[in-house]
């Protein structure tokens, strides 16, 4: 009888705890049908096994009433799940056109003759899993790197190195826009949905994020009925009492901006009509 | 009508003191529209709706389908539980709008998904959001923890008498969960696979109940109208594309970023905005609205950027995600980059994306690497045609994009690589350290 | 049974500028077909739910039916028709025509080249429409993705990746039909494959199903491979012989070999799947044990003999015995059951006659006769439009698959199914099955108990079937009759053996003459004596199996003629073998060696169901008649062997001859002697029979066959035999929990002890202990407990 092709997932040591089985039952009773928890439930796994596991998988199945073979279909779909051991650190470097382009390449290059790993390999230290990833939502940031699903933007392969030489000399890392960085597991975690405490650290937005607002507080520019530089805590709105009342407010303001919008109509018809202008 | 150039709504309060808060939300006059669109005076969900279909808001994921139009698709008549969807998956190349909204202010996407699934009578809502941005996904959880512990959420939202659950789902990495039914297939833990249809969400959505998907900007900018009201949102944007929208420049400009404006700005307009092209380059060419939109050049720059107007130059406004490209930029190699994205996504159920977009990476690649011969841009060209419409949802379309639309630009610059033997173009010089000479 | 056609809305639409009407819902590729278009197709299958993945059936529509065209071309199988609408296949448009060629191209972009060592090769889908739809030659020269090949997901099914075009077929089916998810997509993109779990082999009674339509070569038989080419074969169809529920199954036969056996396509009885038994099972009749010529007892020993020897010995020896009985197996065609049924009548002159080779009452020969026989008041169609389906005595999932498979079918509609059991099997879950709970015994009690039960609401839109293990229980058969009747409820009765039913019409029974001619009724008597041109026959009833054994071992019976009965399956096994070992004669009729040949006296072989025609009534009493696949002339049908001994018998002054030689013979004189449409006897319940005392913390033994087990019709294919499903006994979980973490337990019952692995059934009913019965050793009849009887639990093993 043929086996299988060995190219897959490879033997675990432990069981599950009755910990993680308990928290696999949490997450699918979040959702009207439990089956919905699949794809948190694989994270938490991921958070607990380092990768997806024969084990995890069946736990899964038997928590939800499918087949393992069901629950291997969802897991080989996401590219997020991982089958081989994840490092202490997943270095995600884009290499979408635009990225790659701005320097995604040349970076992805460097780190991994720096690392000597290629593709999503681990170092032997197992500190960082390298790979290269899509497009991250991070355009204005390019070339963007993601460590552990944590934002690096802007980087240049000196940057890269240094960030990766840090990450494995234990120092304390942080994401451009966002925390100190915690280990791949402890992301993962955050991922099946038990948050840690973390969503305070790092700025509102990056520089990037808020250049056209920028420009528009210097300008004054706003969305029609606004102040000018935008209203700050000291303003507080005329709707913020959370009385049943305010909605009076907000129907005269609304109003205040139907008149004003009325009179800025009349412009279309008229040839010259640029004085509303900047 | 004349509004500002650029009007600033969604990114209205991203400046402010950690605006991610529900006290800097609130103190803003955040949930304020919600209290208003819950509230016994407004005329309930049914005016909810119409005020959505007034201020004329086309989904801001990319289709532009009228939001209110949508909603109203929602059978009421129907005994199945109603849901709401939130599209967070943003993953198409170039787009990068709703990942910093959700990171400055969750808030803002949240105060929507109340007033929108009040609004269609479902008391569960989703937020389905790519797996890849973990901050942001704290921010989302950290935001509808606070919502809960304030009354926003929960039963009997003060007083009204309406129950809403909001549950923060991630996902784990594919682009296709972008499409509405796929994200429908993730969400309910299988392979992120596209559904027929009929029938369509709207009837038998999320656990074949009667459910509305929409992007994150288009939820978030739902308070702004029931607040400010439909005819203000109208007043802004052009007469079939109403409303703002955030414009995400990348690439080769000098101040990239985001730029929100009333629908019908043009590029020429932005990029002067974006402090122009990068010193001593010139545009070459540019995507609308992601790749999946086709290319357009120089000869676009007044195009305004609407969904009409895109669409008569040819391509897609999509998800105004505006990557720049300056001339030291191969658009062979950018086309290749992107067909290898659409291979790596391509979820493989149908066969012209699945076998077609394997099909044409080794033939652009081959192209780039300078072998192969010109009969090939035609055979390219045919693939794209067997694909294009065949497929069985959009994500095979949008791979026949950039290969179309690069040939009938720049026929002459893939001919080239084929006479050069490679690429004539010298990567490093693209780079954004390239300037700066920072090493490579 | 004739009933009108249901009034069906119709919609007119164009195809190729032919119109044609079909019925609303209607797939345009199925309305297509109508007007003799082929579009091609591979994920597109009449009885799986549309996909529109492979994208081969693209045609373009210029009018959906609105006066608009529909821009892109359009997957075939996922549109409905439209009044009005407009399709334009690759018969009439260019568009069509590319777009398929396209398709096709990209299709054969990674499928390798394997057609000259490919099993799917001259019967090929893909093949086929490439031709037909495909260019001739591909603009593909790069690099294919490739996988190593091929895998077992089974021990029987194997699968070569690079072939598979994910056209879900597979999948669906074990998903949507048989309720077996385990083999699923996994990966993304090109590198989707099929798959199967780690450690978790496509174990499902119906795997066969998914090679059979599997539109390429990537789902192969382990068993077949490489054996033969399509075009070497000659496909006979015929009826499968494993189960009483009829399925139609094609025999590709080469040389007079049978090579391999697919499901035939009828969907009355079984649409077009069959159960793994019946597709890989046939490999019986070429074991090395197969008798291929008479013998007869001479000095002790067996010898050869000719056809005319054996026949003159067997009557001899028969006419001495004085008194003789038959026994006839239920595996017989119909045909054979009637020899055997007119030969103890009128050659031997007695009522002496059973086909019941397993435990068996006179409760229940008197249900079969009133109740069973001539009745046709369920069909499948009728399983599938029923409220409520009561089980009682039957698991269809392992006794009767193809009736499994409808109740599925019917269970994902509006019908309930509901099953008297002692534990929710995996097929009764697979059904969304409830379960009331009976431990056996209970059965009786339980149905009665169903007349009120409002849950199951059993009312004249309900079914119940009754599987042949109910009459092991006293009054439970009597229950059932009793429950339909006030409900209004239709009731049948669902044996085993393909040939039970027949063997019940043909009178196979000692209170039964063919047709349901009662023996108790005098006219009825006079009816068939005078069909069979005889002038009387014995009015009282004959003996029943159960009878005919012990008379043959206390020597009241001399001799005994025996059909294919296996001891082991038998009340008694080990009374059974010593009422055979004192018989005075005993004549078997039999295919292959067995422990009755072993000891007969006379040893005639047997055609098996390749090498002879004849009907096997389903349970539905529905005929199923076939043709022989093989022309042996040398293989004879039971028939003809009776008529053999017959006419010796006749010439030593007993009996008379026959009167037939031939199937076609028998077939007429059935016709001829037809029904019997007087009255049929009411049954009389007797006595509740002692039940044997129950040890102290015993367990009740409850077990049936499973599908797949021990069975001397499954011999001689290792790769099915390797997909049985494990011999584990199952009890409750408080059972479990007092056996103190044992892995296995040591059952001892009245006959002996066995040791089996032990898990816990969530729902078993307490008390209760479940074992298949042909799984492990002789059987749980020969070697564990008498049927009825209670066993002790041992735990064993940590």
Redesign the interface.
């Known amino acids: 009888m043929n086996h299988p092709a060995p190219d897959r997932f490879t033997e675990n040591e432990r069981a599950l705890t009755q910990q993680t089985w308990a928290e696999l039952r949490q997450i699918a009773a979040r959702y009207p049908e439990a089956r919905s928890g699949l794809l948190p439930m694989l994270h938490l796994v991921q958070s607990e096994e380092g990768r997806v596991t024969p084990e995890g998988i069946e736990a899964c199945a038997e928590i939800l009433g499918i087949s393992p073979a069901e629950v291997s279909g969802v897991a080989t779909f996401y590219t997020m799940y991982k089958r081989k051991p994840v490092g202490d650190y997943h270095v995600g470097v884009c290499t979408n056109t635009l990225c790659a382009v701005m320097g995604g390449d040349l970076i992805f290059e460097r780190l991994k003759e720096h690392l000597d790993v290629g593709n999503d390999e681990t170092t032997a230290d197992g500190t960082i899993t390298l790979e290269h990833v899509e497009c991250n939502a991070a355009c204005d940031y390019a070339p963007v790197m993601m460590v552990n699903w944590e934002f690096m933007d802007n980087q240049t392969p000196d940057s890269a190195v240094q960030v990766v030489d840090d990450l494995r000399a234990g120092k304390d890392v942080h994401s451009t826009r966002g925390p100190r960085l915690c280990t791949w597991r402890e992301a993962e975690r955050v991922l099946a949905g038990f948050p840690d405490d973390l969503a305070d650290e790092g700025p509102s937005a990056g520089p990037a994020s808020l250049v056209g607002l920028g420009i528009a507080r210097e300008r004054g520019w706003t969305a029609p009925g606004g102040k000018a530089g935008g209203r700050t805590a000291d303003e507080p709105a005329a709707a913020a009492t959370g009385a049943d009342g305010s909605h009076e407010a907000d129907r005269q303001d609304s109003e205040g901006a139907v008149q004003r919008s009325d009179a800025d109509l009349k412009h279309e018809d008229d040839a010259q009509g640029t004085e509303e202008a900047q | 009508m004349k509004t500002d150039t650029l009007t600033p709504v969604l990114t209205d309060n991203w400046d402010a003191e950690r605006s991610w808060t529900l006290a800097s939300y609130e103190g803003r006059g955040g949930y304020g529209a919600m209290r208003t669109a819950l509230g016994p005076d407004f005329g309930g969900p049914d005016a909810i709706v119409q005020a959505v279909k007034d201020s004329g808001l086309r989904g801001r994921g990319g289709a532009g389908f009228p939001t209110g139009m949508k909603w109203g698709f929602i059978p009421q008549d129907n005994p199945k539980p109603k849901y709401l969807v939130v599209n967070a998956d943003e993953s198409e190349p170039g787009t990068c709008k709703d990942i910093p909204l959700m990171m400055a202010s969750p808030h803002t996407l949240l105060e929507g998904v109340i007033i929108s699934s009040f609004a269609i009578r479902a008391n569960h809502a989703f937020i389905y959001v790519r797996g890849e941005v973990l901050h942001v996904i704290r921010r989302l959880q950290r935001a509808v923890q606070e919502a809960y512990l304030a009354g926003h959420l929960g039963k009997d939202i003060h007083g009204s008498g309406y129950d809403l659950d909001v549950v923060v789902h991630a996902g784990a990495g594919a682009y296709i969960c972008g499409e509405e039914t796929a994200l429908l297939e993730g969400l309910e833990g299988r392979r992120g696979q596209p559904r027929l249809r009929p029938p369509f969400p709207a009837v038998a959505g999320l656990y074949a109940s009667p459910t509305v998907i929409n992007n994150v900007e288009s939820i978030a900018s739902v308070p702004s109208i029931i607040g400010n009201g439909a005819e203000w949102f109208a007043s802004m944007g052009t007469e079939k594309s109403k409303g703002f929208g955030i414009f995400s420049l990348s690439g080769h400009v000098v101040r990239p970023g985001q730029y929100e404006a009333p629908l019908g700005i043009t590029l020429r307009q932005l990029i002067d905005l974006a402090g122009g092209i990068r010193e001593g380059h010139e545009l070459k060419f540019w995507t609308p609205g992601g790749s999946s939109t086709p290319l357009l050049t120089t000869e676009h720059l007044d195009v305004p950027l609407d969904f009409e107007g895109v669409g008569a130059a040819g391509s897609m406004l999509g998800t105004r995600a505006l990557q720049i490209f300056d001339e030291t930029t191969c658009v062979v190699r950018a086309v290749l980059r992107w067909t290898e994205f659409y291979k790596h996504e391509s979820c493989g159920k149908c066969t012209p994306c699945r076998e077609g977009t394997w099909w044409l990476v080794q033939t652009l690649a081959r192209l780039e690497k300078g072998e192969g011969q010109e009969s090939d841009l035609d055979m390219l060209l045919d693939q794209c045609e067997n694909i294009m419409g065949r497929s069985f949802c959009a994500l095979a379309d949008g791979a026949t994009s950039p290969i179309s639309s690069s040939i009938k630009y720049f026929r002459d610059e893939y001919l080239a690589h084929l006479t050069h033997g490679g690429c004539p173009f010298d990567p490093t010089a693209s780079t954004a350290f390239a300037q700066t000479g920072a090493s490579a | 049974m004739t009933t009108t056609p249901a009034k069906i809305d119709t919609v007119t639409l164009t195809i190729d500028g032919v119109e044609v009407s079909v019925p609303k819902d209607t797939l345009v590729i199925r309305a297509a077909e109508q007007v003799g278009v082929q579009i091609p197709r591979f994920c597109d299958h009449p009885l799986l739910a549309?996909?529109?993945?492979?994208?081969?059936c693209?045609v373009d529509i210029p009018d959906a039916g609105n006066g608009k065209p529909i821009?892109?071309?359009q997957a075939s199988c996922?549109i409905t028709v439209a009044e009005g609408m407009v399709v334009s296949t690759q018969a009439t448009s260019p568009v069509a025509d590319?777009?398929q060629q396209?398709?096709m191209?990209?299709?054969l972009?990674?499928h390798p080249l394997d057609c000259p060592v490919c099993d799917k090769g001259g019967e090929c889908p893909l093949q086929n429409q490439a031709m037909s739809n495909g260019r001739g030659e591909t603009?593909?020269d790069?690099?294919k993705?490739t996988?190593?090949k091929?895998?077992?997901?089974s021990?029987q099914v194997?699968l070569d990746r690079e072939r598979c075009?994910?056209c879900q077929r597979c999948t669906r089916f074990a998903d949507e039909i048989a309720g077996d998810?385990?083999?699923?997509?996994?990966?993304?993109?090109?590198?989707?494959q099929i798959?199967?779990?780690?450690?978790?082999p496509f174990l499902s009674y119906f795997s066969g199903n998914t090679i059979q339509i599997c539109p390429v070569g990537a789902l192969t038989s382990a068993e077949y491979r490489f054996r033969s080419r399509p075009f070497d074969l000659v496909s006979t169809p015929s009826v499968a012989e494993h189960d009483s529920c009829g399925a139609a199954i094609r025999v590709d036969h080469r040389r007079g070999k049978v090579m391999r056996r697919l499901a035939g396509n009828d969907p009355e009885v079984n649409e077009e799947w069959i159960s793994d038994k019946d597709r890989f099972a046939f490999q019986y009749s070429r074991q090395d044990d197969r008798l291929t010529h008479p013998m007869v007892r001479e000095d002790g020993e067996l010898r050869p003999a000719s056809w005319p020897e054996a026949f003159a010995v067997a009557a001899r020896g028969l006419h001495a015995a004085g008194s003789a009985a038959v026994l006839t197996g239920g595996r017989v065609t119909a045909e054979d059951a009637y020899a055997y049924a007119k030969f103890a009548r009128v050659s031997l002159g007695t009522h002496d006659i059973d086909f019941r080779a397993r435990p068996h009452t006179a409760e229940e020969a008197d249900f079969l006769a009133s109740r069973v026989a001539l009745s046709m008041d369920v069909t499948y169609d009728d399983l599938e439009r029923a409220s409520v389906v009561v089980l009682a005595g039957l698991e269809p999932e392992d006794e009767a698959a193809t009736i499994f498979l409808r109740l599925r079918k019917a269970s994902k509609g509006s019908t309930k199914v509901v099953a008297l059991a002692p534990f929710t099997t995996r097929g009764l879950g697979k059904m969304k099955g409830r379960l009331v709970p009976t431990a056996p015994g209970e059965e009786a009690e339980a149905l009665r108990a169903l007349a009120e039960d409002a849950t199951t609401a059993l009312d004249s839109g309900g079914v119940i079937l009754v599987g042949e293990r109910l009459a092991q229980h006293h009054g439970a058969l009597t229950a059932a009759v009793e429950l339909a009747r006030t409900t209004g409820a239709r009731l049948a009765w669902v044996p085993r053996r393909a040939g039970d039913r027949g063997a019940v019409e043909a009178g196979c029974l000692p209170t039964l003459l063919p047709g349901g001619r009662p023996v108790g009724d005098a006219s009825a008597r006079v009816d068939a004596a005078t069909a069979w041109g005889i002038d009387h026959l014995p009015d009282a009833p004959g003996r029943d199996g159960n009878a005919i054994i012990a008379a043959l071992a206390d020597g009241s019976l001399g001799g005994v003629v025996v059909g294919g009965v296996d001891p082991d399956d038998t009340a008694d096994p080990a009374a059974t073998r010593a009422a055979l070992e004192a018989a005075s004669f005993v004549v078997s009729l039999e295919q292959r060696e067995t422990d009755v040949t072993r000891l007969a006296d006379v040893v005639l072989p047997i055609a098996p169901v390749t090498d002879k025609a004849g009907t096997f009534v389903t349970w539905e009493g529905r005929p199923r008649p076939f043709d022989a696949v093989f022309s042996n002339p040398g293989s004879l049908p039971d028939l003809r062997v009776l008529a053999g001994i017959a006419d010796e018998l006749a010439a030593l002054g007993q009996g008379s001859s026959l009167g037939f030689r031939t199937v076609p013979e028998v077939r007429a004189e059935m016709e001829a002697m037809g029904p019997w449409d007087g009255v049929r006897p009411e049954p009389v319940l007797g006595k509740e029979p002692r039940k044997p005392r129950a040890k102290a913390g015993a367990l009740v033994l409850a077990g049936w066959k499973q599908l797949l087990d021990q069975g001397s019709m499954q011999d001689g294919d290792p790769h099915l035999a390797?997909t049985r499903r494990p011999a584990v006994a199952l009890v409750s979980p408080t059972t479990l929990a007092g056996l103190d973490g044992a892995v296995d337990v040591v059952l001892t019952g009245d006959r002996g002890s066995v040791t089996v692995p032990v898990e816990a059934a969530a729902d078993m009913v307490d008390g209760v202990v479940w074992l298949p019965t042909h799984s492990v050793g002789r059987g749980v009849l020969a070697d564990l407990a008498s049927p009825g009887s209670t066993v002790t639990v041992k735990g064993a093993g940590k």
Do not use: S
């Open positions: 549309p996909v529109g993945a492979c994208r081969q693209l821009p892109k071309p996922t590319k777009a396209g398709i191209e990209f299709l972009v990674n603009r593909f790069g690099v993705r996988f190593p091929p895998i077992n997901i021990p194997l075009i994910v998810p385990f083999i699923a997509l996994v990966e993304r993109g090109a590198q989707q798959g199967i779990a780690d450690g978790a390797a």
